[in-house]
């Protein structure tokens, strides 16, 4: 069950992106945009358990010194 909210959330990604990008870029030229979107997906992934963790973990943290 873990993996079912990220896999429904980047298929919800490629719908548009399927339908928004070739008129924009042609379909020639598709990996780039395409890309640097996954490379987005890819990042916010990484940075999110980090961002999250620094979150709850916040009011708990005591200053050291």
Not at 58 to 65: A, E, F, G, I
Request: hydrophobic share 30%; net charge positive; aromatic share 4%.
């Amino acid at each position: 069950m873990t993996g079912l909210p990220p896999g429904a959330a980047g298929n919800e990604l490629r719908t548009p992106e399927a339908s928004i990008v070739p008129p924009y870029f042609g379909t020639a030229h598709l990996g780039t945009p395409r890309g640097i979107m996954h490379g987005a997906t890819v990042a916010s992934t990484t940075v999110g358990p980090v961002l999250c963790h620094r979150v709850t973990t916040w009011p708990t943290r005591t200053r050291s010194r």
